[in-house]
């Protein structure tokens, strides 16, 4: 049955985020992950409809959300819920109206919180002064006879190194995230699980010292294929002009020709 087959998938997607995280920890996107796709396993047991498994689905993020500042200090003290939960709800509202046809209950923050949210730590203690000085990202070639125990002895040498520790990935591919200050380690732990490539390293306080760059500072040249896009206002063609995006302007009553 669809409803059953989508509330089935939200809860692989859940077990695979937790599983994707070196230090899970509640109060974030996991928390509202863990709660969307509960009501829907619920929901859809009871028989009920695909819509009303995505409207139980985001109702209980929502709820969830608003829970957010309860399991994090961190949260509370800056007054906000967490930006990648608000983010998640973001979509599952999105999908609860094409599917029903009704826009959900707007979300209103608790009392006492602001209504723009910032992401949290997921290990409580990023950026900070005495915290890890680099970013390391790495894509990581695996052979997939050894991948299980490679990848599992990856993750624990990671865990010691840092923190912000996502692998995520599979059939051979894995996307490797953590903060450390042995970038070396790191890496040379990408070279004994398999071949790391695309590896970005970013030093911290050089970016703190730079300040916000906004996306549509530097402008794609890339040619060859263009990707078109139809964007409601200038702030979005910037966006997609500098990932390279030939730009159209359009929006609602703006629909462009073919």
Request: aromatic fraction near 4%.
């Amino acid at each position: 049955k669809p409803a059953e087959t989508i509330a089935a998938a939200m809860a692989e997607a859940t077990e695979a985020s937790y599983a994707a995280v070196g230090s899970p920890v509640e109060g974030t996107i996991l928390s509202v992950s863990r709660a969307a796709s509960d009501a829907a396993l619920e929901t859809a047991g009871r028989g009920a409809r695909t819509r009303d498994v995505f409207t139980a689905a985001a109702a209980a993020a929502r709820a969830a959300l608003a829970r957010t500042p309860e399991q994090l200090d961190v949260l509370a003290q800056a007054g906000v819920v967490d930006a990648g939960g608000r983010g998640l709800c973001v979509v599952l509202d999105a999908v609860e109206t094409t599917a029903t046809g009704r826009r959900p209950t707007p979300w209103s923050a608790p009392i006492g919180t602001h209504l723009i949210p910032v992401a949290a730590s997921p290990a409580g203690d990023d950026l900070t002064d005495d915290g890890p000085g680099y970013e390391v990202m790495y894509l990581l070639d695996v052979s997939p006879d050894e991948e299980a125990q490679r990848v599992a002895d990856l993750r624990a040498t990671l865990a010691t190194l840092g923190d912000s520790l996502v692998v995520v990935g599979g059939d051979g591919l894995w996307n490797v995230h953590v903060h450390v200050d042995d970038v070396g380690a790191a890496i040379e732990a990408g070279i004994t699980a398999g071949r790391p490539h695309r590896i970005r390293v970013t030093h911290f306080a050089d970016q703190h010292a730079a300040g916000p760059q906004p996306p549509w500072t530097r402008v794609s040249t890339r040619a060859g294929r263009k990707v078109v896009a139809v964007a409601a206002g200038p702030g979005l063609a910037a966006l997609f002009e500098s990932a390279g995006a030939g730009v159209v302007t359009g929006g609602p009553g703006q629909g462009p020709s073919t």
